[in-house]
């Protein structure tokens, strides 16, 4: 089994645990200390390590830029549906994050983006299964039949 860990630079480790936990995320303790926290996105699968600035730039030579100003990463998390992308959303804004532009709707797909407060980027999302599992074009053929239905 692979599982993916996605290393985030944070400046304020309780701030950062607070708001993507507000996300419905927990936080794996054995996997946490005053540096870095392991931020459970998808249990055995998918992780954040949010990591002070400090600790993070450890794993580099390279300068840590300033993910508010100049972003490089965003990271999809596809929710199951559009409600649950819209909660997710909101929650994060309760809890400090920002939404940096408007939602998309492609119809097949859905997308909100939210920074979280040091201005990690996540977007979430929802795929219409059909289009999912046989690309958007099959979602666009499949319109004009739930049209006839309805």
Known sequence: MKS???NLPVTDLERAKTF???LGFSINPK????NAACVVVEDGHNYFMILVRE???TFTKLPIGDNAVNPSVSTAIFMDTRDAVDEAVTSGLAAGGSEPQPASDYGFMYQRQLADPDGNLLEFGWMDPVAQEQGPEAFGEQQPEQAEQA
């Open 55 to 57: 600790y993070f730039q």
């Open 4 to 6: 993916m860990f996605v």
């Open 20 to 22: 993507y936990t507000s």
């Open 31 to 34: 996997f946490s200390d005053h």
